[in-house]
């Protein structure tokens, strides 16, 4: 059973029925949707169709929105305008028509205020950049350090800056209300810098009593000064390597991979590495070798997934995409030492069952997997978060939980009827188990459930025969 689970972006290369099913064959566990481009529409037709795809396979896929949370972006131009190192360009908050005033547009009110005279300024995560000259009240003249064709609407990132934007605007709002509407399991909270963003969407979803679950995405300098804030308020953490690295030096960015995926470990919470891991497969039916050597590394660094981009949303070749990050996934597991639990902190009774669960196959040999009973899947979280040598098999009756766990390192979900009595559970979690794996009849495993005693439930593990 491969650990490490895949998220695959959804886009006009991959959206029909077909395809979907093709890519979910293919190895795919979470379907993302990136709300930077695409109609509500047009979303929720692909959001059907996985719904449907749901409904017919045993595997359950789950649903990602990904907000596209603020931006700078320059204004509109009638044509492009092709920079040489050297030139000056003056953007301009009150830019108007370009062909008239000669400044460019930009789309932020307060960039003035942002941008420093010295300072840096990245075009589309540092295809252009251009060095602050000067500024007054309203306009910003620059020189084009690193040149190019500049289009409409391109993002601009000011590197090491903390900007005064809007954490979630209103256009964030809308998509995060229609993903509500549509059930969606995940939303991936663009460019984070502080938990009170975090707050401020969980208090939104508690209103409205949803159990949709918060991904921060790390794309920002300032989130870097906030990793543990932010990872103890979301769900999880999103390592989205493209603005990090025109946030960022470059070179800091694998440094800063390794150390967010710590800091998720730290809070026992779910990481995903993003960006450009199979970036030359949008056009070529085979990976670089760094490639392969990238998704390897972020596995061995213990990732709970790795995710496609640009690779299945556009590319040429969406299932290869998949199969290949799949089979690198497959063989770098190999190499990893499954005798080394995670040393994490334990901080409460149920973390310490938790990692107790995770540790017993290592004792106990004849031990072939971790059976957890859950309804909100905290319990499969933790017991995932240690990293067992052995599959984690829980069993939830919440249909939501169950597309969530496919996100969780090591963790397959079922979904069976829960019992007033706990041991009735176990026997129909066995069952259902047993009718798809007859195979492991007899086989022992480590369970993780709460147990009926007099009239408390307490947490228990136990080794039990499949039977």
Partial sequence: MQKTKIVATIGPASCEYDQLKALAEAGVDVFRLNFSHGTHEWHGEVIKRIKRLNKERREKCAILLDTKGPEIRSGDLRVPIELDE????????????????????????????DVEVGGAILVDSGVMKWEVVSKTDTDVVCKVLDGGELTSRRHLNLPGKDVSLDPITKKDWEDISFGMEMGVDFIALSFVRHAAEIFTLKEHFKTHKSKIQIIAKIESYEATNHLGTIAEASDGMMVARGDLGAELPMAEVPTWQLEIIKTAAQYKKPVIVATHMLESMIEHPVP??????DISTAVWQSTDAVMLSGETAGGEYPVRSVQMMSEIVSVAEKAVNHDDIRELAV?????????????????????????????????????????????????????????????????RGFLIDFSSVPEKTIQRAEAAFLEQHPEWKGRKYVLVSDFLVEDKFIPTVQVRTMH
């Fill in 86 to 113: 050297g030139d000056e360009l003056t953007l301009s908050i009150r830019a108007g028509d370009y062909d008239k005033t000669g400044k460019i547009g930009v789309n932020y009110d307060a960039f003035v205020d």
């Fill in 288 to 293: 670089t070798r760094a490639e392969v050597s």
């Fill in 347 to 411: 901080g409460h009774e149920r973390e310490a069952f938790a990692l107790t669960a995770a540790t017993m196959p290592l004792d106990l040999p004849e031990v072939e997997a971790i059976v957890v009973i859950t309804r909100s899947g905290q319990t499969a979280r933790l017991v995932s978060s240690f990293r067992p040598s052995v599959p984690i098999f829980a069993f939830t009756n919440e249909t939501t939980t169950r597309r969530q766990l496919q996100l969780i390192w090591g963790v």
